[in-house]
């Protein structure tokens, strides 16, 4: 078996997603990443100031955090669907992640996310749309822009952007991209 995505991605730079809605926060605090993997933007999240936890059902996480060693990180083998919010954060990011989740669990997850967040917390997220070469996988979730737009039209919107391209997956093999990109605050 090929390595997994995880493996594949722990010297990949951390998502510039991230690097944005870490300077949107204006602030350190705590976060939550979700599908942490290789723990990529987990450590800029940390290098910047803040407390993380990071969860992911690939065990390679804890490998991750060993190599790391961060009073600071925390971390859990578990999906989202199985995640119990037991704090407030600053800052949730789930990049290329949600996804991966059939539609009925991301739609009931995304609520979560948003309940987890302090006064002026911010949320930084992913979508595959419908166009994507991975549309017709029935357990995975596509959305349509109008679709992403209501999930977040109880927010403040940063940022709201739709991306539709030919590129490649970690493993260099073509694949059409369509994405959403989304960072809102409460």
């Given at each position: 078996?090929?390595?997994?995505?995880?493996?594949?991605?722990?010297?990949?730079?951390?998502?510039?997603?991230?690097?944005?809605?870490?300077?949107?926060?204006?602030?350190?605090?705590?976060?939550l990443d979700v599908g942490a993997g290789s723990l990529r933007n987990t450590k800029l999240m940390l290098e910047s100031?803040?407390?993380?936890?990071?969860?992911?059902?690939?065990?390679?996480?804890l490998e991750a955090a060993k190599e790391i060693q961060n009073s600071d990180l925390f971390v859990e083998v578990l999906?989202?669907?199985?995640?119990?919010?037991?704090?407030?954060?600053?800052?949730?990011?789930?990049?290329?992640?949600?996804?991966?989740?059939?539609?009925?669990?991301?739609?009931?997850?995304?609520?979560?996310?948003?309940?987890?967040?302090?006064?002026?917390?911010?949320?930084?997220?992913?979508?595959?749309?419908?166009?994507?070469?991975?549309?017709?996988?029935?357990?995975?979730?596509?959305?349509?822009?109008?679709?992403?737009?209501?999930?977040?039209?109880?927010?403040?919107?940063?940022?709201?952007?739709?991306?539709?391209?030919?590129?490649?997956?970690?493993?260099?093999?073509?694949?059409?991209?369509?994405?959403?990109?989304?960072?809102?605050?409460?």
């Open positions: 078996m090929g390595k997994s995505y995880s493996e594949l991605s722990k010297d990949i730079k951390p998502d510039a997603l991230v690097r944005r809605a870490i300077k949107v926060l204006g602030r350190t605090g705590n976060a100031g803040f407390e993380v936890t990071a969860i992911d059902k690939d065990p390679i996480i999906g989202m669907a199985d995640y119990e919010f037991k704090k407030k954060y600053d800052l949730i990011i789930s990049i290329n992640v949600l996804p991966f989740l059939d539609k009925d669990t991301l739609l009931n997850s995304i609520p979560k996310m948003k309940d987890a967040l302090v006064d002026d917390g911010v949320l930084a997220v992913t979508f595959f749309g419908v166009r994507d070469d991975w549309a017709d996988k029935e357990d995975m979730s596509f959305f349509i822009r109008e679709e992403v737009e209501e999930l977040f039209s109880d927010m403040n919107v940063i940022m709201f952007s739709e991306e539709d391209y030919d590129g490649e997956i970690i493993q260099k093999i073509p694949k059409h991209w369509h994405i959403f990109r989304i960072i809102a605050k409460t």
